[in-house]
């Protein structure tokens, strides 16, 4: 079967603090992005193991450290499902902050779980997305959520932005997400982020906030600079995406996001 993984952006992440397993509680809407997204197939071979594939962008680490094999593994040791192909195409930018690596998990996750009969839960789905990362557990769900705890604690947050265009610029440096959370200043926001993204977008600006770009923009002036780049090209809101280096441009205007199109390809009607 093969599965879309598409990947998500944040709209707003506040750190509210650090906690004493080395993770961090967040506050943040993560928002699906249907436009942009990895092809995960996966297979039955009859066979046992594993056996992956890949094709498009190269990710920077060794076939077995892949997350797709890691879902393999845990689903393997859990439910005893074996013998698959894995065929990945990589679209997805990483070191994006964009969650490509973590969307391809549980795509393969919910692969295994039909191919293999295994009619898990949701909230068992969920549970096994969440030994795999943080970002994974939004993916079972894809739709509008406010997550908090480390991320997998999920609320749906329904939110309409039919109309407007998204422009996602990848900067070339990337951000580990380990680096991102290692600059951060956890601290409480005056006002909970669900209030201020339930007002107008056009208020968005100022009040909805990632606390990841005061210490990535420091130390990547390029990353800033993209996102002022879509301010200046019109867009309403711009923000970086989770821990970077992604920044993405919400525009209530097609014929500006439009002009970017020499800038990025990622351009997308909501
Ligand atoms: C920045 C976000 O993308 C926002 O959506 C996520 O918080 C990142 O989630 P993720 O990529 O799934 O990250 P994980 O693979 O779970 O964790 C990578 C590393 O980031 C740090 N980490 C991650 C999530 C979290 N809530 N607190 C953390 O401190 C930890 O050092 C962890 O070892
Ligand atoms: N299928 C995959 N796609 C992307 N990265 C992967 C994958 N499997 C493992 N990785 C590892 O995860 C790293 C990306 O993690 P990082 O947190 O920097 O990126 P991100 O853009 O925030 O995305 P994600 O939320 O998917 O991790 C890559 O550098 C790579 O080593």
Redesign the pocket.
Known sequence: MILRANCKI?LG?DVLR?RAD?????E?V?FPVRGLFDEVEVLRTGGAGAELRTEGIAVDCAPEGNICMKAFRLMRDRYGVDGVVIRLVKRVPFGA?L?G??SDGTAVLKALDTLFGLRLAEEELVARAAEL????AFFVRDTPQL?TG??EVMTPFPLDLGGMTLVIVKPAEGVS??E??AGVRPRMPEVPLAGRLRRPVAEWQGTVTND?EESVFAAHPAIRAAKEELLAAGALYASMS??GSAVFGLFDDPARAARLRERTPFVFAL
């Open positions: 944040n992440l650090r080395g993770y961090h509680d967040l943040t993560m902050g969650g690596g973590s990362g943080s970002d994974t997550c480390r991320g997400t380990r991102a959370y990841f989770g821990s």
